[in-house]
């Protein structure tokens, strides 16, 4: 199945929340360079599936043997499989990131390709399925997950991720890199006229929703060039990004269409993810002064109130001939190498530590910027 590359026309006005009809290659060839924050791809596998499977019962398995997913050989696959990569490269902001996912058909194909455009891989994530299709031959292990990619554009690039949040997702734990996600069944899973799966390779939400939630933010753009039946856009769309979906065959743009249309976007309160520390804006102490929450002349103690210094009107503390930043007065009076002197002074009157002024004036802050 010939894979050339066409000529774009000419570069038309941009417009996100939309499904594209028309080759991967070409349609991403007319957007403009740097339009996405993130892309998301679901490439064909190239499975060189050479015959049809069978259950012990000798019923047919429905599996993958679209025209879409079959390539003359490993050097055709090689050729696409670069040509798409290289036009989603150009297509991402600078602090962009890639996912793409595959399996052991193509998923190291596709890693060495990315790797040889710049791309700098961050993780490699197993989606274990909780409910794999057997190996019904019992020729070989049942083949249980799949691999995604997550790649940076480059090793510098300021990629997005929110660790708190998918922190807070696993019960205060750490998300690990094995992701254990029933496969798309029951209602999500979208069916033809017949009753047949109208998708041999429909991703469920819940991988995509995990995908978005931990790599992007509100309002960013998700690039997907394999846009199949729209489970990226649908995730995107609930989760209050914008998408844009490329895809070639008609009959699935139009199910992706439909499906988007029928979903309400979450509220924006409920949107909003758990921050780390480094997460949130810096606030120096010297803006606590300003605001008139602790004034110069006041006297701020230890925890244990053994120790008491004097504000002045730069932001140092001056304890006897000491004077230097709420950290470093800290790190004296203990006589340690450092200090955190937000959570270690407190105000002498009501024993308050002065965290709680950093945190009101970013709550001041947050304010001004909404």
Not at 180 to 203: M, Y
Not at 263 to 282: F, N, Y
Not at 286 to 297: K, M, Y
Not at 299 to 310: E, F, T, W
């Amino acid at each position: 199945m010939a894979r050339k590359r066409t000529t774009p026309s000419a570069t038309p006005a941009f417009t996100a929340d939309r499904v594209v009809i028309g080759d991967c290659v070409a349609e991403m060839a007319r957007l403009p360079a740097g339009c996405a924050d993130l892309v998301f791809a679901d490439p064909p596998y190239n499975l060189q599936l050479g015959s049809d499977l069978t259950r012990p019962d000798q019923s047919r398995v429905d599996g993958v043997d679209d025209d879409w997913d079959k390539f003359a050989d490993f050097a055709e696959y090689d050729a696409f499989t670069r040509a798409w990569l290289t036009e989603a490269r150009r297509c991402l902001k600078d602090d962009g990131a890639l996912w793409v996912i595959g399996s052991y058909h193509n998923i190291f194909r596709v890693g060495a390709i990315l790797q040889e455009l710049g791309f700098w891989i961050l993780n490699d994530i197993v989606w274990r399925k909780s409910n794999p299709m057997p190996n019904f031959k019992g020729t070989r292990f049942t083949n249980a997950h799949e691999t995604l990619i997550w790649a940076a554009k480059s090793p510098k690039a300021r990629y997005t991720f929110h660790y708190h949040a998918l922190k807070v997702l696993n019960d205060d734990l750490q998300m690990r890199s094995d992701w254990t996600i029933p496969i798309c069944t029951g209602a999500e899973r979208l069916k033809d006229a017949a009753g047949r799966k109208l998708h041999p390779t429909q991703k469920p939400e819940a991988l995509l929703s995990r995908v978005l939630l931990a790599t992007s933010n509100p309002g960013d753009l998700v690039l997907d060039p394999f846009f199949g039946t729209g489970a990226t856009g649908a995730a995107a769309k609930k989760l209050n990004r914008r998408y844009l979906g490329i895809e070639r065959d008609k009959t699935y743009a139009a199910a992706a269409k439909k499906r988007l249309k029928d979903i309400e976007p979450m509220a924006e309160a409920d949107l909003q993810v758990t921050l780390g520390k480094r997460d949130e804006p810096r606030v120096p102490f010297g803006h606590v002064l300003e605001a008139g929450f602790i004034r110069p002349g006041d006297i701020l103690v230890s925890p244990d109130g053994r120790h008491r210094a004097r504000v002045r009107a730069d932001g140092s503390l001056v304890i006897d001939d000491f004077s230097g930043s709420i950290h470093r007065a800290g790190a004296h009076v203990m006589n340690a190498p450092a200090c955190n002197g937000w959570t270690f002074w407190h105000t002498e009157a009501k024993r308050e530590p002065i965290d709680l002024f950093r945190r009101e004036v970013r709550r001041q802050m947050a304010t001004l910027t909404a």
